[in-house]
């Protein structure tokens, strides 16, 4: 499935089962407008310390760890030929990348795009942190610190203060996901009480470590 966003007067495509962005049709938006300063895809290969870019992405994200140039444009990028939704397909952080390459005035409008999108993600868990609390009060033993708590755990193995307000985008996007489960398993009554809520927290939790 593939998502249409807005970046400023451009359309940009993402799809969803791997979040990859479609730089070819962006590059191609953008020539189509700009014809005095057009850009090609060739030379954004080539731009200075893109490299050294690639590979803190792929370790850091991908934890995939080369100094090789085409394993690593090979782990962030994707070909797909052909006239429908064809073209290169870059991992989001490279496509945000290539998108301020395009030109330095542009680099507002991407900025600003990430910052949206970060804001919507802030108000988006805001708001399913207020449909939890309207659940979690039908459980009349639960503890509301533990489960903040027990959430800041699995988001960030770690608990603090104020560690929401400095979440980053991926960060709040699965505090966000974790509150909606959690009102969804009380209003089904999948759970009934504070001990069984904290057991499908400690799985979510255990679950995760799993993965890495």
């Known amino acids: 499935m593939i998502m249409n966003r807005p970046m400023g007067m451009f359309n940009v495509e993402q799809r969803t089962k791997d979040s990859m962005f479609n730089a070819t049709s962006l ?6 407008s700009n014809p005095n300063d057009s850009r090609n895809l060739d030379n954004f290969w080539k731009s200075t310390h893109l490299k ?3 590979q803190e992405i792929a370790e850091k994200e991908y934890n995939f760890k080369s100094v090789d140039y085409t394993e690593l444009k090979n782990a962030l990028t994707s070909i797909k030929r052909g006239r429908h939704n064809g073209g290169t397909w870059m991992c989001p952080i490279l496509f945000i990348k290539f998108a ?16 949206d ?6 108000h988006s868990a805001g708001d399913n942190y207020n ?5 979690i009060a039908k459980l009349i033993d639960c503890d509301y610190v533990s489960v903040a708590k027990a959430i ?3 988001v960030f193995n770690k608990t603090g203060k104020d560690l929401r307000q400095y979440a980053s ?11 909606k489960k ?8 999948f759970v009934n009480n504070n001990a069984e809520l904290m057991n499908a927290l400690r799985k979510m939790y255990n679950d995760k470590q799993r993965k890495f």
């Open 131 to 135: 449909v939890l609390t309207t659940s």
């Open 100 to 115: 301020m390459y395009l030109s330095p005035k542009f680099e507002y409008t991407v900025i600003r795009f990430v910052y």
């Open 182 to 189: 959690i009102a969804f398993m009380i209003d089904m009554n």
């Open 152 to 154: 800041q755990w699995i």
């Open 52 to 54: 050294e870019f690639m």
């Open 117 to 122: 999108q970060l804001i919507e993600y802030r």
């Open 27 to 32: 590059l191609r938006q953008w020539n189509k």
């Open 169 to 179: 985008q991926d960060e709040l996007k699965e505090i966000s996901e974790i509150e």
